[in-house]
């Protein structure tokens, strides 16, 4: 069955204590994983695209990869405003996204 | 630029009665569109896309259906709610067209609508 894993489910950092998201996938065929960060009450927000093993993305003080079987989201000294809640998601066949349940991230001055 | 936009915010309704989101994107034509839905400690799920005006494809079997009778429109009904159709409820867009010859590439999401069933 195709499944996306992120852990952990929280994380609580000290801004600048840096630290990385895993997001761990096992659907065949994949198209392309999607990072989002979601603050409550909103709808995702779009981060980042990989679609083959060995790509990195970034923006700002975040950093995106991906492996055959996982990706990894690195945030770099973070701030207080990196707080939410960040989404992966994986494409297989068409149409077809599936999300993990996310990483709930607090970020304390 | 493209903007996507959802109503109503927040809805609170009672059990059986009808419902209607509505979902329009602006700044683009012919967007793929979707319904997804989001319960407490559970990942996005999809309930429906659309490629074309009325072209509805369902992916998981419920009380809901999703119309899309304008290009750039996308709307989510039930006749009758349950206890069960209680959550966070997102449209999104993703631009029509490939890339390395697949459909992909990224969703973009509107700000969402939260449905309470009593």
């Known amino acids: 069955e195709d499944q996306v894993t992120q852990s952990p489910e929280a994380l609580r950092l000290q801004e600048g204590e840096s630290s990385s998201l895993n997001c761990s996938y096992t659907v065949s065929g994949l198209r392309g994983l999607f990072w989002y960060r979601q603050d409550p009450g909103k709808g995702p927000e779009f981060l980042f695209t990989l679609y083959s093993a060995g790509e990195e993305k970034e923006k700002e003080r975040l950093k995106a990869t991906l492996t055959k079987k996982e990706s990894f989201l690195h945030i770099t000294a973070p701030k207080p405003e990196d707080s939410a809640t960040y989404l992966c998601?994986?494409?297989?066949?068409?149409?077809?996204?599936?999300f993990g349940t996310g990483t709930r991230l607090l970020v304390s001055p | 630029s493209q903007t996507i936009h959802q109503w109503p915010a927040t809805l609170v309704q009672p059990v059986g009665s009808p419902l209607s989101l509505e979902c329009t994107v602006e700044g683009t034509s012919n967007p793929n569109l979707y319904w997804y839905r989001q319960a407490a400690g559970r990942g996005l799920q999809l309930l429906f896309y659309s490629v074309g005006i009325g072209q509805i494809s369902s992916e998981v079997p419920q009380n809901l259906s999703a119309s899309r009778p304008q290009d750039r429109q996308f709307i989510l009904s039930s006749k009758k709610l349950l206890l069960s159709d209680s959550g966070f409820y997102l449209c999104?867009?993703?631009?029509?067209?490939?890339?390395?010859?697949?459909?992909?590439?990224?969703?973009?999401f509107g700000e969402g609508s939260r449905l309470t069933v009593l």
């Open positions: 999104a867009w993703r631009p029509r067209g490939s890339v390395k010859g697949l459909n992909t590439g990224e969703l973009f």
């Open positions: 998601a994986v494409e297989k066949g068409f149409q077809k996204l599936v």
